[in-house]
């Protein structure tokens, strides 16, 4: 980051800074009671089901070969930084770190052709962006969590990094967003971020460890407002069994681990999801923002709670405001929702009164090896949130501290998780093999009731339907690749690099038009 670049992000960190937090607050509430009158007037009622997507990628280096040092020829896949103006010559948007770049697609309507549309969108713009990144020597690359930092780095120094001006820690690769810098150097700044995964150590000035991690987020936008806290309270049933399925991040990059932390160590009491430890680091106060919703009563609870968020970033007013969008009659609280970390969570917005929405965004699965994995998720949490609202599901009475206690053990366990649930029967079980079913069924279902043939369904679902039947999921082939490696008698950083190698190499060739299935 160039000088002058550095001491003019310090200076728009100072100006966020100066703003009183306390006014920032009550402008929050004031938007509160605004949404709140047009949620009376059924401003943000769809009268039918939207779907949206977001999907973040990290870039590594691509043609950087090395058959000297064991691996064969094979791509060494270190991280690398994306120019800004390569961001918007493929249109995609800049993220926490210089090396992320995500995609949002457009709103669909909840049918067949919706969820086709998603599906071409993203394959389209991202062969689109493959092309390009790849005549600047890099790619970009699906995946929750990446191991190998620069060539030439370390992942503690690549995160770590600051510089300090005008008394304020500016981290040298995180993306040019005031706001994002503004984190670590409000009311909290003397807070260090701690990396909470198991066996693992990690302090850093700034938000930067969260840049280890990209996700999917399937996005829900309800056809009436008001049934909000149904599909919210659903949805966050979920988590546990959906997350089970998706983990995708055993292995942190080796230099984080503690000293004498070996593969079989990781194996037998690593997390199978590290992205939700990464994440959570931003819990620096009594009050966690990176957690599980608590259930809603009512729509207006889930405004309020938006609203009476801790207060993160007070921005000043005249930046918010866009000038030619109907969500500018509630800035604040729509730039809360940015801060508002929960793994469900409800927004409200619009660019027109037309396009007003609320929707739920769930924001727990990690970036799945390829898209078929990833729209597979968007097609059963669209198809779930159709169906379990319409069937009356008695997963509902699934008490919240047990969909906590569900969504943690997905995090240790992954698929193995031992997972409580209700079944349409009413009949409470912890036999994975049922939990499964119902859900997947369940998102059949909720998509043949949407429009798509029972055959188009259920080929939408056959990757996690696969993962279920052979007991696979991303986070344990790598770590059973990571296993041959070391079997062969490497060392335990080199086992770990060799894994992520041996994802990206299966990736090239599967991204776009295969499936996780094609790598089992």
Same mark, same amino acid.
């Given at each position: 980051?160039?000088?002058?670049?550095?001491?003019?992000?310090?200076?728009?960190?100072?100006?966020? @800074? #100066?703003?009183?937090?306390? +006014?920032?607050?009550? =402008?929050?509430?004031?938007?509160? !009671? %605004?949404?709140?009158? $047009?949620?009376?007037?059924?401003?943000?009622?769809?009268?039918?089901?939207?779907?949206?997507?977001?999907?973040?990628?990290?870039?590594?280096?691509?043609?950087?070969?090395?058959?000297?040092?064991?691996?064969?020829?094979?791509?060494?896949?270190?991280?690398?930084?994306?120019?800004?103006?390569?961001?918007?010559?493929?249109?995609?948007?800049?993220?926490?770190?210089?090396?992320?770049?995500?995609?949002?697609?457009?709103?669909?309507?909840?049918?067949?052709?919706? @969820? #086709?549309?998603?599906?071409? +969108?993203?394959?389209? =713009?991202?062969?689109?962006?493959? !092309? %390009?990144?790849?005549? $600047?020597?890099?790619?970009?690359?699906?995946?929750?969590?990446?191991?190998?930092?620069?060539?030439?780095?370390?992942?503690?120094?690549?995160?770590?990094?600051?510089?300090?001006?005008?008394?304020?820690?500016?981290?040298?690769?995180?993306?040019?967003?005031?706001?994002?810098?503004?984190?670590?150097?409000?009311?909290?700044?003397?807070?260090?971020?701690?990396?909470?995964?198991?066996?693992?150590?990690?302090?850093?000035?700034?938000?930067?460890?969260?840049?280890?991690?990209?996700?999917?987020?399937?996005?829900?936008?309800?056809?009436?407002?008001?049934?909000?806290?149904?599909?919210?309270?659903?949805?966050?049933?979920?988590?546990?069994?959906?997350?089970?399925?998706?983990?995708?991040?055993?292995?942190?990059?080796?230099?984080?681990?503690?000293?004498?932390?070996?593969?079989?160590?990781?194996?037998?009491?690593?997390?199978?999801?590290?992205?939700?430890?990464?994440?959570?680091?931003?819990?620096?106060?009594?009050?966690?923002?990176?957690?599980?919703?608590?259930?809603?009563?009512?729509?207006?609870?889930?405004?309020?709670?938006?609203?009476?968020?801790?207060?993160?970033?007070?921005?000043?007013?005249?930046?918010?405001?866009?000038?030619?969008?109907?969500?500018?009659?509630?800035?604040?609280?729509?730039?809360?929702?940015?801060?508002?970390?929960?793994?469900?969570?409800?927004?409200?917005?619009?660019?027109?009164?037309?396009?007003?929405?609320?929707?739920?965004?769930?924001?727990?699965?990690?970036?799945?090896?390829?898209?078929?994995?990833?729209?597979?998720?968007?097609?059963?949490?669209?198809?779930?949130?159709?169906?379990?609202?319409?069937?009356?599901?008695?997963?509902?009475?699934?008490?919240?501290?047990?969909?906590?206690?569900?969504?943690?053990?997905?995090?240790?366990?992954?698929?193995?998780?031992?997972?409580?649930?209700?079944?349409?029967?009413?009949?409470?079980?912890?036999?994975?093999?049922?939990?499964?079913?119902?859900?997947?069924?369940?998102?059949?279902?909720?998509?043949?009731?949407?429009?798509?043939?029972?055959?188009?369904?259920?080929?939408?679902?056959?990757?996690?339907?696969?993962?279920?039947?052979?007991?696979?999921?991303?986070?344990?082939?790598?770590?059973?690749?990571?296993?041959?490696?070391?079997?062969?008698?490497?060392?335990?950083?080199?086992?770990?690099?060799?894994?992520?190698?041996?994802?990206?190499?299966?990736?090239?060739?599967?991204?776009?038009?295969?499936?996780?299935?094609?790598?089992?």
């Amino acid at each position: 980051m160039a000088e002058r670049g550095v001491d003019t992000l310090a200076e728009r960190v100072e100006e966020i @800074l #100066r703003v009183d937090s306390e +006014e920032f607050q009550e =402008r929050a509430e004031l938007d509160a !009671e %605004t949404v709140k009158s $047009e949620l009376a007037d059924g401003t943000f009622d769809n009268h039918q089901s939207i779907v949206g997507f977001e999907y973040e990628f990290y870039a590594v280096s691509q043609g950087r070969w090395d058959a000297g040092d064991g691996t064969g020829g094979i791509s060494r896949g270190d991280l690398a930084r994306v120019p800004r103006r390569l961001l918007r010559l493929v249109g995609f948007e800049k993220e926490l770190g210089l090396h992320n770049a995500e995609m949002t697609t457009s709103p669909q309507p909840f049918n067949t052709d919706g @969820l #086709r549309a998603q599906a071409a +969108e993203v394959r389209s =713009r991202l062969r689109a962006a493959l !092309e %390009t990144t790849h005549q $600047e020597g890099m790619r970009l690359v699906s995946d929750g969590l990446w191991t190998a930092a620069p060539a030439g780095e370390t992942a503690g120094s690549y995160v770590g990094d600051v510089v300090t001006r005008r008394g304020h820690a500016i981290a040298t690769n995180m993306s040019d967003s005031a706001r994002y810098h503004a984190m670590a150097n409000g009311p909290n700044a003397d807070v260090t971020f701690d990396l909470p995964a198991p066996l693992s150590s990690l302090e850093a000035e700034t938000v930067m460890p969260v840049s280890l991690t990209t996700s999917i987020q399937p996005h829900y936008q309800v056809p009436t407002a008001s049934d909000i806290p149904v599909y919210h309270d659903y949805a966050v049933r979920l988590v546990g069994p959906l997350l089970a399925l998706g983990v995708n991040t055993p292995l942190l990059p080796p230099e984080l681990y503690d000293d004498g932390v070996d593969l079989e160590t990781v194996v037998a009491d690593g997390a199978r999801e590290n992205r939700v430890h990464a994440f959570e680091i931003l819990n620096t106060t009594d009050s966690p923002k990176v957690c599980l919703p608590q259930d809603l009563d009512s729509v207006e609870q889930a405004v309020d709670r938006v609203a009476r968020d801790d207060v993160i970033v007070p921005m000043p007013e005249e930046e918010l405001v866009d000038g030619n969008r109907f969500d500018d009659e509630f800035a604040t609280l729509r730039r809360k929702h940015g801060t508002y970390w929960r793994w469900v969570r409800p927004v409200f917005d619009g660019g027109s009164r037309a396009a007003a929405n609320a929707r739920l965004e769930f924001r727990v699965i990690p970036a799945q090896p390829t898209v078929r994995d990833s729209m597979a998720f968007l097609a059963a949490f669209a198809g779930l949130m159709e169906c379990l609202p319409q069937r009356r599901h008695p997963a509902a009475s699934l008490s919240w501290e047990t969909a906590r206690e569900n969504f943690r053990a997905a995090v240790a366990d992954g698929i193995d998780a031992d997972l409580r649930w209700i079944t349409n029967e009413g009949v409470e079980t912890t036999d994975t093999e049922r939990v499964f079913a119902d859900v997947l069924d369940h998102a059949e279902a909720g998509l043949v009731g949407a429009g798509c043939s029972e055959r188009e369904a259920a080929g939408m679902l056959e990757p996690l339907r696969h993962r279920v039947e052979t007991r696979t999921t991303p986070a344990g082939w790598k770590l059973d690749r990571a296993r041959e490696h070391a079997d062969e008698g490497r060392s335990f950083s080199a086992a770990v690099r060799r894994a992520q190698q041996d994802y990206l190499a299966r990736q090239r060739d599967t991204l776009l038009d295969g499936s996780f299935v094609d790598w089992t």
